[in-house]
């Protein structure tokens, strides 16, 4: 099986060692490492890895980084992996379309089942930052998740019925023709659009509006 790439952002050093030794081996390979916000983007233009790890706080702005890369190279997940805590960066960070917020104190024997996680389709957040953010996710206007609902192309609304049937990720791809990979990356674009927190709270939302 091939190892799933990434891109490791972070300006200190010894931090991007310390990650390519806990992915290296484990079924990922670290295929390019930046430091800065306009390398990662170039970086992730470039090598068009499956996951982009990166900071918040680096030159250039982390959460400005993620934002690009989602609008410029949907196929790349992106994962946060930073040491702050703060609520703002956490909801800044999912709107600017990661996919996951990991903590840097996270135990590196943990790191590549995160990572693993997220791919399916899993919200990989701190245990302390997800009571946070459903309940700001709750505090959302009724209105924002109906308007997210009407920006979902047929595709997209097509998935949905199928994970509200308790379809796999694989089971939709082989009934739709697509690969694994072209149904997560919709999968991503579905919780985006619905402000929603994953894969499960979008099929409730969609349960709901049936």
């Given at each position: 099986m091939t190892d799933i790439t990434v891109v490791v952002v972070d300006d200190h050093a010894p931090t991007r060692l310390g990650v390519r030794m806990a992915l290296q081996g484990h079924g990922f390979d670290v295929v390019g490492e930046a430091a800065t916000a306009d390398t990662a983007v170039e970086q992730v233009r470039d090598l068009a890895p499956r996951v982009c790890l990166l900071d918040v706080n680096m030159p250039g702005n982390g959460i400005a980084a993620a934002e690009t890369i989602a609008g410029t190279?949907?196929?790349?997940?992106?994962?946060?992996?930073?040491?702050?805590?703060?609520?703002?960066?956490?909801?800044?960070?999912?709107?600017?379309?990661?996919?996951?917020?990991?903590?840097?104190?996270?135990?590196?024997?943990?790191?590549?089942h995160a990572l693993r996680g997220v791919l399916d389709g899993e919200a990989a957040l701190p245990r302390g930052l997800v009571t946070r953010l459903?309940?700001?996710?709750?505090?959302?206007?009724?209105?924002?998740v109906g308007n997210g609902a009407s920006r979902l192309s047929s595709r997209e609304w097509e998935i949905l019925d199928l994970l509200s049937q308790g379809r796999s990720t694989?089971?939709?791809?082989?009934?739709?023709?697509?690969?694994?990979?072209?149904?997560?990356?919709?999968?991503?674009?579905?919780?985006?659009?619905?402000?929603?927190?994953?894969?499960?709270?979008?099929?409730?939302?969609?349960?709901?509006r049936r």
């Open positions: 190279s949907p196929g790349t997940t992106i994962v946060m992996l930073t040491v702050s805590s703060d609520d703002a960066d956490l909801f800044a960070a999912v709107r600017a379309g990661a996919s996951g917020y990991l903590l840097k104190d996270i135990d590196p024997d943990r790191l590549p459903m309940a700001e996710f709750r505090r959302r206007d009724a209105r924002r694989a089971e939709i791809a082989e009934t739709l023709f697509v690969s694994a990979v072209t149904v997560r990356s919709h999968v991503r674009g579905i919780v985006r659009k619905l402000h929603v927190a994953d894969r499960e709270a979008a099929v409730r939302v969609f349960r709901d």
